[in-house]
Antibody
Framework: EVQLVESGGGLVQPGGSLRLSCAAS????????MSWVRQAPGKGLEWVAN????????YYVDSVKGRFTISRDNAKNSLYLQMNSLRAEDTSTYYC?????????WGQGTMVTVSS | DIQMTQSPSSLSASVGDRVTITCRAS??????LGWYQQKPGKAPKRLIY???VLQSGVPSRFSGSGSGTEFTLTISSLQPEDFATYYC?????????FGQGTKVEIK
């Protein structure tokens, strides 16, 4: 069974940093692109970033370019999202998702709140 | 960026009704489209991929159609557990973009 378990969310001040993690199990991690998708409270879904199987390619939505970095550790079956210069508008639930676009499995999400 | 325009934004329907949700892409995306169901407080769940392929384990009352710029999700006979919000997603190009969602409520 595919499992994606996010961690690392919390309350952070504007301008601060946070690192999200996603532990993957139940599938061959190195066979898949991986992504982060977020959802602001009461709002729709927004794709944030994705990363190729070997980590050699990454793509980002414009609103996070230069501030967020997606990475992976294939030895640990883990996906990460380093978030710097956080803004109030980054407040969302962040989902770890299997796939680069055809998202077939989702984690339960981790909440990030950016507020002073 | 490819804009995904989903309609309606909400609808009220009764158990047993046939429900149709439409997504229109601002440019052609072949069949690079999925449909997702999300219930309150839960992660989205994929229902349909490649525009018309039913995800394993999803009831056959769900179906998808379309190609290019016009896509449809149909629920042939609405069940109580289908009351949720539905999203389309295009993955033909970057950035990946979702429709704004359709909330299906009980009439």
């Amino acid at each position: 069974e595919v499992q994606l378990v996010e961690s690392g969310g919390g309350l952070v001040q504007p301008g601060g940093s946070l690192r999200l993690s996603c532990a993957a199990s139940g599938f061959i991690f190195t066979n898949y692109w991986m992504s982060w998708v977020r959802q602001a409270p009461g709002k729709g879904l927004e794709w944030v970033a994705n990363i190729k199987q070997d980590g050699s390619d990454q793509y980002y939505v414009d609103s996070v370019k230069g501030r967020f970095t997606i990475s992976r550790d294939n030895a640990k079956n883990s996906l990460y999202l380093q978030m710097n210069s956080l803004r109030a508008e980054d407040t969302s639930t962040y989902y770890c998702v299997r796939g680069g676009g055809a998202f077939d499995s989702w984690g339960q999400g981790t909440m990030v709140t950016v507020s002073s | 960026d490819i804009q995904m325009t989903q309609s309606p934004s909400s609808l009220s329907a009764s158990v047993g009704d046939r429900v149709t949700i439409t997504c229109r892409a601002s440019q052609g995306i072949r069949n690079d489209l999925g449909w997702y169901q999300q219930k309150p407080g839960k992660a989205p769940k994929r229902l349909i991929y490649a525009a018309s392929v039913l995800q394993s384990g999803v009831p056959s009352r769900f179906s998808g159609s379309g190609s290019g710029t016009e896509f449809t999700l149909t629920i042939s006979s609405l069940q109580p557990e289908d009351f949720a919000t539905y999203y389309c997603l295009q993955h033909n190009s970057y950035p990946r973009t979702f429709g704004q969602g359709t909330k299906v409520e009980i009439k």
